[in-house]
Every structure is written in structure tokens, then in C-alpha cells.
């Protein structure tokens, strides 16, 4: 090769250049596709009309009073759904033969892992504005600051990234993209629906009450909609940052020697 | 010189043994081909090649370098084009390109020129702009290729370039081959067939069951076999049958009839002019006679004692009969 030199190894300034590289190549595949585009901005839309507007009535008696209440658990509750979006990548660029080509290159080994990562992550801050933004044309108001709504957000993201260790084990260990959407799927639901994002849990059988009470999109959702309505936090934050924390301890070591397995 | 040294090597998934020994020479700036039915082994080799895998025993060098202590070097100097195009097919022509010049160093400027170099060069200009998802099988086929020479990688390995192209597609991809090796490159291609072989191949190398089972030119390979084959195709295809006994009273073996075409080994030099002879004779007239070598089907033929496309034959070529 004439245009770089022939190194021994990856430094660890040319490995963040190659993680940013392919974060860029995540993104552009999103603004290359107009489908998923669309796709990625109605999809918080959908979810506040379905969710408030079709059934915040029957649950809360007036739809804007539930969109109060709907919608910061919406917010935490889009970050288990996006999140879910790495391990599949992940396995799709293993199946057809994307990640054979990138490894193929004189890359630092880790950036195909971090890049997509870091791609995935900025995609679902987006996501998450993009759905704080509807939910301000159609009424929602914060009723704290604007320190406050960003540190809700931000405790979003950082479980976002906890979380993504589970979704790159499944996806690095899953034989084909089919099971990964299996697998999310059964992960997904009891987390998300089985939760107090929706309804308050006190209307919830005991058995069902007992596990939206330890999970932690419970504990996310009580805190994003302290941090933005001024509802009461209790311990919520401190639960949601231990998951997080409890999450990447025990799966990124899992995840990262799934990936080593692979490269 | 050698561009691709390779000795013993040896590579095990969990029972079945890819590679039980395989050594690979390629002159630099030749193209070596390696010949192989389905499951030969062709893939893990270039895999290893290629630093994707590690092999359990034996060695290889690249340029060179060393393809498990030395990877990263390894990785610079090679290029990879796979069985099955491994272009992002959500991304444009273009920002395939991009991608592999960015990660390979180059500015953003540089990339953009090499981009818009490459696709005129492959005739893929005008689809530059459009998602590689778009692209018909030998678009991306010569997308891949274009991706994988980037960085102007002095080795290049191609997996089953033309496994499932259409005659002209193949042809387009034969002639960037031999453009690759004008300009000095070398190239391990692998095949399962035997054409793009002996079209391409500067040296051989028939693989099976995970071992080299034979090396040399296509002609040295040929002459291995022994023998010539005579073929001869007669004007009247009612003719076929009597122009078949004639040869096998000649040669003493019954010959191989497709179509109106009949072909027969021989030994002797002097029963050629023999058969042409009898037939003329006999009022036979032919369209054709010719004394040929044997083709690579029938070198791997008999090496093997099976066909070279066995397997799963998804090629869309002709098939050995």
C-alpha cells in the first residue's frame, strides 16, 4: 500500500478515529435511508398518539393530564426499544459478511464493537429530543429547569449504554438476526409494559406489582419524571444509576469476550 | 520471489479438519489459483490468509509478514474480496468507498478522489450516489473489488469471484483481473471452475479434502494427465451412432457422446488420421475434428475421481458431465 504506512500496531488515537469512522457509518446509513428515517422520527410520535391519545383517556380520564404523566416513562421506555437496535446491527454485520471486511482491514480490533456503540447511542439521544419535542407541541410542559430535564435524558442514555451490553451479547451470540428480534423481544416487554411507565403499579396485581417495583425502567421512569414534572424522586435516580452500573459489570465482560470469540 | 508463502497449514472446527496441511506458493505478481470442489478447504485458506483466522499448525507469510505475528502488517498489504460481496448495502457506492479510505488513513479529500477513481474505473460512476442494496450481482460484485482496492493492496485475495454471475459480468471481472496482475499485483484466486482457471491462473494449485492434491501451470497439469482427447462432431446428426462405433473399433474405448458431439481419449498419434480416414470412407462427412488437450474438468477429474462442482453446485456455469 502506497497511501499508509505499515504499522505494527493500532495506536490508541488511530483506534478512536476508526470508532468515530464507523459511528459515522451507522449514522449515514440512517440518513441514506429515507425509509428508516421517517421510520426513526414518527415512531416516538406513534407511541405518544397510541399511548396517550387512544388510551390515556380510559387510564387517566383526560388524555392531557396523562400526557403529564405518560410521557417521561415513554421516554425512558424508547430507550429499552432503540437500544435493543445494536445487537442487531451487530449480528447483521456478522452474517453478511460487513464485519469479515472490516476486520480484514488494519483496524484497531475494538472499533467495529465501539464505533457501532457510539453510532447506536447518538441515534437514540436524537431519538430521545426528537420525542421530548413532540411531547412539548402536543402540551407537555416541564415543570422543573432545564438542568433538571437534561440530567433526566442523560440518566436515559447512560442505562441506554448498560443496556447495550445485553443487546451485543445477544446479538454477538445469536446465530441469525431472527433470533436476536426473538430474544429482544422477550427481554423487551416484561421490562418495558411490566412497569409503571404506563399506569401507576398500585393497579397492578401483587405478583405484577412486586416486579414493576424492582424494575428498572421503573425506577428510570419515576426519575426522568421527577427530573422533569417535579413528582416526587425518592431513591429512584440512585436505583437507576446502580442498574446501570450492575448491568455493565456484569455484561460488558460477557459481551466483550463474546466479541473476542468473533475477532 | 513469493508474494504468498504458506507450509503446513492446518485448521480444525471442532471435528472436521478445513485444512489438514496445505502449502501455498504464489509468485509476486502472478496469479495462483486455487481449484477446489465445495468444502475443499479454498475458503478457510484465504481466511487464514487473510488474518481472519488462525491457523492451529503450521505457517505463512504474506509479503513477508508473518499472518499471526505480524497481522496488522498483513492487514495493510491485502486486499479481500469475498464469496459473497461484503459491501454495506445500506450505504451508497460511493460511501462504501469512503468508508474503507477513512479507516485506511487517507483525508477525507484523498478518500473522495480514490472514491470517484475507482467507480470510473469499474463503470460504476453513474451509481455511485445510489444504496449498494440497489445494485444488480455484478454491480456489487465489481463494488466489492473496488472496495477492497482501496488501499492499493500489492496482494489480493478473491474467494469465488464469479460465483454466480452471468457470462458477461464474468468476463468484465476476468479482464480487471488481468489489468490487477499488468499492474503488478498478485492474485490467489479461488474457483470451482475450471475455465477461470485455466483463463487466469498463472500457477495451480487443486485442493481437496483440506490438502493440495496437485501444483503446476494448466498445461503442466494437463500434460499430468496424459493423453489427448479427440473430439469430432459430424454434419448429419443421424451420423452420430455409426461415427461412434468407428472411433471405439480405433481407440478400443466407446466415446463420450453431448449432443452431436463426440470425444474419446487416445494414445496413439496415428489414429486421428485413422478415424478421418474410415469416415471418409464411409461417406461420413464432419463438421469438426480436433485433437485437443485435456481440459482442467478432466485434470480434476482424474486427480479427484470426482467432478469439480459436486456439492451443492450453485454455480450458474456449465456443469462437468
Known amino acids: 500500500m502506497t497511501e499508509a504506512t505499515i504499522a505494527h500496531r493500532v495506536s490508541p488515537l488511530q483506534a478512536a478515529r476508526h470508532s468515530l469512522t464507523l459511528a459515522w457509518r451507522n449514522l449515514v446509513q440512517l440518513k441514506s435511508n429515507p425509509g428508516e428515517l421517517a421510520g426513526f422520527v414518527i415512531q416516538p410520535l406513534i407511541f405518544i398518539v397510541l399511548f396517550v391519545y387512544v388510551f390515556g383517556g380510559a387510564i387517566a380520564g383526560n388524555s392531557d393530564s396523562y400526557l403529564e404523566y405518560a410521557l417521561p416513562g415513554l421516554i425512558a421506555q424508547s430507550g429499552v ?13 456478522i452474517t453478511n459478511g460487513v464485519f469479515d471486511r472490516l476486520r480484514s482491514l488494519p483496524i484497531a480490533r ?48 447512560l442505562f441506554g449504554v448498560g443496556l447495550s451490553w445485553v443487546s451485543m451479547l ?76 450492575a448491568l455493565t459489570v456484569v455484561f460488558a465482560p460477557l459481551a466483550i469476550w463474546a466479541y473476542r470469540r468473533k475477532v | 520471489m513469493y508474494a504468498i508463502e504458506a507450509e503446513g497449514l492446518v485448521k480444525r472446527f471442532g471435528a472436521t479438519t478445513a485444512l489438514a496441511g496445505v502449502d501455498l506458493y504464489a509468485r509476486a505478481g502472478t496469479v495462483l489459483g486455487v481449484l477446489g470442489p465445495n468444502g475443499a478447504g479454498k475458503t478457510t485458506a484465504v481466511r487464514v490468509l487473510a488474518t481472519l483466522l488462525r491457523p492451529d499448525a503450521g505457517s505463512a507469510r504474506v509479503a513477508g509478514y508473518d499472518v499471526v505475528r505480524q497481522a496488522n502488517e498483513v492487514r495493510s498489504v491485502v486486499g479481500l474480496t469475498g464469496q459473497y460481496a461484503a459491501v454495506d448495502e445500506e450505504l451508497t457506492g460511493i460511501q462504501n468507498l469512503l468508508l474503507v479510505g477513512r479507516l485506511l488513513g487517507l483525508s477525507r479529500r484523498a478518500a473522495k478522489r480514490r472514491a ?25 460484485r465489481r463494488l466489492d473489488l473496488a472496495v477492497s482496492l482501496v488501499g492499493r493492496p500489492g496482494v489480493l485475495y478473491l474467494d469465488e ?74 454434419t448429419d446428426p443421424e451420423s452420430v451412432d455409426r461415427v461412434a462405433a468407428v472411433v471405439a473399433e480405433l481407440t478400443g474405448v466407446s466415446p463420450t457422446v453431448r449432443g452431436q458431439r463426440l470425444s474419446a481419449p487416445v494414445s496413439d498419434p496415428a489414429v486421428p488420421a485413422a478415424v478421418l480416414r474410415r469416415l471418409d470412407e464411409a461417406g461420413i462427412p464432419v463438421v469438426e475434428l480436433a485433437l485437443r488437450l485435456p481440459s482442467l474438468d478432466d485434470v480434476f477429474l482424474s486427480l479427484t475421481g470426482h467432478a469439480a462442482e459436486d456439492g451443492n453446485g450453485n454455480g450458474g456455469m456449465r456443469r462437468v458431465s
Open chain 1, 81 to 93: 426499544f432503540s437500544i435493543m437496535a445494536t445487537g442487531a446491527g451487530l449480528n447483521q454485520d
Open chain 1, 110 to 157: 475494538s472499533a467495529p464493537l465501539v464505533g457501532r456503540a457510539i453510532g447506536d447511542l447518538v441515534r437514540f439521544a436524537a431519538s430521545l429530543v426528537i420525542l421530548l419535542g413532540f411531547g412539548l407541541i402536543l402540551g407537555f410542559r416541564i415543570h422543573t429547569d432545564p438542568l433538571s430535564t437534561v440530567a433526566g435524558l442523560l440518566l436515559v442514555v
Open chain 1, 170 to 245: 445477544i446479538g454477538l451470540l445469536a446465530k441469525s438476526a431472527t433470533t436476536v428480534q426473538l430474544f429482544s423481544g422477550v427481554l423487551m416487554f416484561p421490562i418495558t409494559f411490566g412497569s409503571n411507565v404506563l399506569v401507576k403499579t398500585e393497579t397492578m396485581p401483587g405478583w405484577l406489582q412486586a416486579w414493576a417495583k424492582v424494575n428498572p425502567v421503573s425506577h428510570l421512569s419515576t426519575a426522568v419524571r421527577g427530573l422533569m414534572t417535579g413528582t416526587p424522586l425518592g431513591s429512584s435516580v440512585w436505583w437507576s444509576l446502580a442498574w446501570t452500573v
Open chain 2, 116 to 140: 470517484a477513481e475507482l467507480l470510473e474505473r469499474f463503470g460504476l460512476s453513474d451509481a455511485g450516489g445510489r444504496r449498494a442494496k440497489t445494485y444488480s450481482g455484478g454491480m456489487r
Open chain 2, 161 to 234: 469471484p464469479t460465483t454466480g454471475l452471468d457470462p458477461h459480468s464474468r468476463n468484465e471481472l476476468w479482464n480487471i483481473v488481468r489489468d490487477l496482475v499488468a499492474d503488478g499485483s498478485t492474485v490467489l484466486l479461488t474457483t470451482q471452475y475450471m475455465d477461470e482457471a485455466d483463463q487466469l491462473a498463472d500457477d495451480i494449485a487443486v485442493i481437496d479434502h483440506g490438502k493440495v492434491i496437485a501444483t503446476g501451470s494448466p498445461d503442466e497439469l494437463k500434460a499430468k494427465t496424459g493423453g489427448q482427447t479427440l473430439e469430432i462432431r459430424p
